[in-house]
């Protein structure tokens, strides 16, 4: 079994829809991505998942960006964000050969806060 890991930083802002505090405000933060993946085989170059491709997915259609138009109709909690993103991932995996699977996704909002969705099997 192969594990790997991408760590990788996005520019966001969002406001939290319903939130009695100060995130109820449009803010940013420097989010830091963590995806894992596991699987047996791998593709022909010897990669269980290419790093650059799956840090270009994300980051295309994110860095930079209001989360709270990004994930329409989502409220862009860190816990939704990371959902979301291990859902896109794991449509990617489903077009490979090889059919990697996203195992984690860690999304840190701040240095000390992050979420983690792990999918169930």
């Keep these: 079994m ?9 520019e966001c802002a969002h406001s939290i829809e319903g939130h009695p505090g100060e995130c109820k ?12 993946f596991q699987g047996e085989m791998l593709d ?29 109709n989502v409220n ?13 991932i794991t449509a990617y995996c489903c077009t490979l050969p090889n059919k990697p699977r996203c195992i984690a996704v860690e999304v840190w909002e701040t240095p000390t806060s992050k979420a983690v969705y792990t999918p169930e099997d």
């Design 44 to 72: 022909p170059l010897g990669m269980l998942v290419d790093f650059g491709v799956i840090k270009r997915l994300i980051t295309e259609k994110y860095d930079h960006k209001d989360l709270n138009v990004c994930l329409e």
């Design 76 to 88: 862009p909690t860190a816990e939704n964000f990371a959902k979301v993103i291990w859902e896109e």
């Design 2 to 10: 192969f594990t790997i890991s991408k760590k990788f930083s996005l």
């Design 25 to 36: 405000r449009l803010h940013g933060h420097t989010y830091r991505i963590r995806l894992t």
